[in-house]
């Protein structure tokens, strides 16, 4: 069997506007599809997504989110919300020591695999490279570390912009929340 835990943000969480969940957050499509692609049925993705949180609350959960769940790999996805946390006490660096500190705790458990993705851009036309210093410090950090790093990020900015905005929720409003397809 193989379990991973992803921790993040209402992104992971799959959160719509006004409340509620869309039906397939990415955690459990990515379990469907990785069950798919490997031929396995005893595979468990967690999504342990919480609407409102940082990257620094994902390492004060980690008792309850990972070590309690022992999972083989832990998927994490912080960046909207840490950001708007990082701005006003040192923007970029901020958030990278936020992130360093939870990726080295979990380093240092060393019972599963560190997965950080490099996640969605802002949702806002013009506005898509906001994250961009953010992304490249978060890829060199992580790069130092060896830690894996899907890039979701450039694949998102790779399309057209109004390709990549009919991907949220509310574009015109809410630069973070995907659609099911998103």
């Known amino acids: 069997p193989l379990k991973i835990v992803c921790l993040g943000t209402s992104i992971t969480y799959g959160h719509i506007n006004g409340g509620g969940r869309v039906a397939i957050p990415w955690a459990s499509a990515f379990e469907t599809k990785l069950k798919a692609a490997l031929g396995k049925s005893d595979i468990t993705v967690m999504n342990y997504g919480v609407r409102g949180a940082k990257s620094w609350q994902g390492a004060a959960n980690l008792e309850n989110f990972v070590y309690d769940e022992a999972p083989d790999m832990v998927i994490i996805e912080y960046m909207a919300n840490a950001r708007v946390d990082a701005e006003p006490a040192g923007g970029v660096n901020e958030y990278i020591d936020n992130m360093n500190r939870l990726v080295d705790l ?31 410090a978060l890829a060199t950090a992580m790069d130092a570390k060896k830690v894996v790093q899907p890039d979701v990020y450039s694949h998102f900015l790779g399309m057209s912009e109004a390709a990549m905005l009919a991907l949220y929720l509310e574009p015109a409003t809410d630069h973070a929340h995907l659609t099911e397809a998103g």
């Open 106 to 136: 979990l380093l240092r458990w060393d019972q599963a695999d560190v997965v950080v993705l490099q996640g969605t851009p802002y949702g806002e036309a013009g506005n898509t490279h906001l994250y961009d210093p953010y992304m490249s």
